[in-house]
């Protein structure tokens, strides 16, 4: 990689099913506008990447700087358990690619920590606040709380910032990993492992700023995956 080349940033393709008859639906791959907008404009080009077999998915990943696991929703059954997602974590934290898990993609992370996760968090700690709300996305809901030797506190050197909401499932334990940030509630809003580069999960949508501190996760990713393209060339 020389100095004016941008890195490459694979993200994660959403999919949704859209009915086309009484009897067929059509499967789309789905580029989160807000996210390519994010790693654009954090000085990367983004790539989508599809779930693919685990031979296909390392011949991608090795041109990848960096990587955004992104998931809308997360439903704890067993495929979400294996093989892309858990691949595509695997071989990221092998070759130390620095990697931002959002939303459903912090869960998978989880899981690939061996933490724990609540199916429900409504549901099975009724007294915690409101995790899915119902203003625009580009408001927040309720405040989060860094944990002083976290990478997300090294980003900003804030104590607390304003994060939206939207996931019905939630992090009960980091499992190798560590909390890096926690809800009013205490419950764990992001998780990361400091034995990577780059290694960070998040339970809100940074990508539509709703803090100027959401910016800086992908400033973060993006210099951290142009260390690792200079280092690999």
């Not at 459903?104 to 915690?128: D, R």
Request: hydrophobic residues 35%; contains cysteine.
């Amino acid at each position: 990689m020389t100095n004016s080349s941008l890195p490459l940033i694979g993200i994660t393709l959403d999919s949704s099913t859209i009915p086309f008859t009484d009897n067929h639906n059509i499967c789309s791959y789905i580029l989160d506008r807000n996210l390519k907008t994010s790693v654009l404009e954090a000085g990367g080009i983004p790539l989508g990447i599809f779930p693919v077999n685990q031979k296909n998915l390392s011949m991608i990943l090795d041109k990848m700087d960096g990587l955004v696991l992104y998931k809308n929703k997360f439903s704890d059954s067993s495929k979400n358990h294996d093989p892309f997602e858990q691949n595509l974590l695997q071989y990221a934290w092998e070759k130390n690619i620095p990697i931002l898990a959002i939303a459903g993609g912090a869960c998978h992370m989880t899981f690939f920590l061996q933490g724990e996760l609540y199916k429900n968090i409504q549901t099975e700690l009724p007294e915690s606040l409101p995790h899915i709300q119902i203003n625009s996305p580009y408001q927040g809901s309720h405040c989060i709380q860094l944990q002083p030797k976290s990478c997300l506190y090294s980003l900003t050197k804030r104590t607390k910032w304003m994060v939206n909401s939207f996931h019905q499932s939630g992090i009960k334990s980091a499992g190798k990993g560590i909390p890096s940030a926690l809800a009013e509630d205490n419950t764990i809003e992001a998780i990361e492992d400091p034995s990577r580069v780059f290694f960070v999960g998040v339970q809100w949508h940074p990508e539509f700023a709703v803090d100027y501190t959401d910016r800086k996760l992908f400033s973060a990713l993006i210099a951290k995956a142009r260390t690792y393209a200079q280092n690999r060339s």
